[in-house]
Antibody, heavy 130, light 106 residues
Framework: EVQLVESGGGLVQPGRSLRLSCTAS????????MSWFRQAPGKGLEWVGF??????????EYAASVKGRFSISRDDSKSIAYLQMNSLKTDDTAVYYC?????????????????????WGEGTTVTVSS | DIQMTQSPSTLSASVGDRVTITCRAS??????LAWYQQKPGKAPNLLIY???NLESGVPSRFSGRGSGTEFTLTISSLQPDDFATYYC????????FGQGTKVEIK
């Protein structure tokens, strides 16, 4: 069974750091791009960040709201992706979801890639409060 | 950033009804649009990708249409399990979601 399990959430004070982990099973995680999304209490879904596969350069991208504070990495030997969150703010309070993405490659005048999420973890709650 | 606008925000319907949710993008996203269903306390679940492709295992009463800036998700005959919140998401440039449409029991 394809599964993603997040861990590492909890209560943290503003300005502190937290690292979330996402453990994949049931598939070869190194072959897939991974992303993190979040959902604040009673709110909609927000993309946080993305990490591509090593085959596509392992590039990372971040939402403007977290750029410079959050970073994503992956250890494919352990089938784990990480979300390192620094300088946390109260606005970062949310359920954080780890996801797997499928890619469609379009080769026209240049090569473009389009990623959509097909598998979500159950989420882990991060509460930033003093 | 590409903005996604869903309508309506809330939809009241009965079992057996045909329901349609609309999603508009602030600029053309071709067909790079997905639809997700989310139930309270649960992670979202993929229904449709590339505007009209039904994800494996999703009931055929769900369908998606559109391209460019206007898209729809239709449930042909609403079932008890379909009462949930639905989100559209563009993946043309980064990833942004609509604000969600809550489908509730009339």
């Amino acid at each position: 069974e394809v599964q993603l399990v997040e861990s590492g959430g909890g209560l943290v004070q503003p300005g502190r750091s937290l690292r979330l982990s996402c453990t994949a099973s049931g598939f070869t995680s190194g072959a897939y791009a991974m992303s993190w999304f979040r959902q604040a209490p009673g709110k909609g879904l927000e993309w946080v960040g993305f990490i591509g596969t090593k085959a596509f350069g392992g590039t990372t991208e971040y939402a403007a709201s977290v750029k410079g504070r959050f970073s994503i990495s992956r250890d494919d030997s352990k089938s784990i992706a990480y979300l390192q969150m620094n300088s946390l703010k109260t606005d970062d309070t949310a359920v954080y979801y780890c996801t797997r993405s499928l890619v469609e490659v379009v080769a026209a005048r240049s090569v473009s890639t389009y990623y959509y999420v097909d598998v979500w973890g159950e989420g882990t709650t991060v509460t930033v409060s003093s | 950033d590409i903005q996604m606008t869903q309508s309506p925000s809330t939809l009241s319907a009965s079992v057996g009804d045909r329901v349609t949710i609309t999603c508009r993008a602030s600029q053309s996203i071709s067909s790079w649009l997905a639809w997700y269903q989310q139930k309270p306390g649960k992670a979202p679940n993929l229904l449709i990708y590339k505007a009209s492709n039904l994800e494996s295992g999703v009931p055929s009463r769900f369908s998606g249409r559109g391209s460019g800036t206007e898209f729809t998700l239709t449930i042909s005959s609403l079932q008890p399990d379909d009462f949930a919140t639905y989100y559209c998401q563009q993946y043309d440039t980064s990833w942004t979601f609509g604000q969600g449409t809550k489908v509730e029991i009339k």
